[in-house]
């Protein structure tokens, strides 16, 4: 048990379909990641909160949508999505740096993820 | 450019030592972790070394950092068939703030 927990842990989707991840975390972290893990490729980084305000892009195609409405809960809304789109999709959370008494040097604590399959 | 490399797969027997290798690319670097992620779960921080250290040893876990070469390793001693793992390098890059840059994972596959 980490602190961040992620739902659903599996679902799947069809193309057209509209649906949600959620990760909520107890840690008292200000700072929520979404990571997306494809098989045999590096944990790609998609978005960073920093206390609510989206601090980082990556250059994620805006069928992938997050909303963070307080420093707790973290979503990502999905919407036409395509079949290359299937992933493990992890949440993490951290304190930012340059904050006292945040954990070990930059550590993340991560969810179990989010297993997405689109049809 | 941000870049970090491992081999994908490791296969070992059990009570012998192993040793995963990863490279990375930007020298700026303070800290570089190692991340276990067990199966069907998410990813926790097993040890991590500042980047003026070349070593850390922690019970059956040693990390060797060479700065210059860009080269890191983990090493894992009398490996159990418990550390049957993906095994995650990252990268803390002090310029972009909080951000991990990681590596696609190596599988440690421990053989009994």
């Known amino acids: 048990e980490t602190g961040v927990t992620q739902t659903p842990r599996h679902l799947v989707m069809g193309m057209t379909n509209k649906k949600s991840l959620k990760c909520e975390q107890h840690?008292?972290?200000?700072?929520m990641y979404w990571y997306k893990q494809s098989a045999k490729k590096p944990l790609e980084l998609m978005f960073v909160?920093?206390?609510?305000?989206?601090?980082e892009n990556n250059s994620v195609p805006s069928r992938f949508s997050p909303e963070c409405p307080n420093s707790s809960h973290l979503f990502l809304h999905l919407h036409t999505l395509q079949p290359e789109d299937s992933a493990l999709y992890l949440c993490?959370?951290?304190?930012?740096?340059?904050?006292?008494?945040?954990?070990?040097?930059?550590?993340?604590?991560f969810g179990e993820g989010s297993r997405l399959t689109v049809l | 450019g941000e870049d970090v490399e491992q081999s994908l797969f490791l296969s070992v027997r059990e009570g012998d030592s192993s040793v995963i290798n990863c490279t990375y690319t930007?020298?700026?670097?303070?800290?570089l972790y190692w991340y276990k992620q067990e199966p069907g779960a998410g990813l926790q921080l097993l040890t991590y070394?500042?980047?003026?250290?070349d070593m850390k040893q922690d019970q059956r876990l040693t990390v060797l950092l060479n700065k210059k070469d860009k080269h890191l390793s983990l090493r894992i001693a009398d490996t159990q068939t418990g550390d049957s793992a993906i095994y995650f390098c990252?990268?803390?890059?002090?310029?972009?703030?909080?951000?991990?840059?990681f590596g696609a994972g190596t599988i440690l596959r421990v053989k009994s």
């Open positions: 990252a990268e803390s890059i002090m310029e972009y703030g909080n951000k991990l840059v």
């Open positions: 070394i500042f980047s003026n250290m």
């Open positions: 930007d020298s700026s670097s303070t800290y």
């Open positions: 840690l008292g972290h200000n700072a």
């Open positions: 909160y920093n206390f609510k305000e989206q601090t």
């Open positions: 993490a959370s951290s304190q930012p740096p340059g904050l006292a008494g945040g954990g070990r040097a930059g550590e993340l604590f």
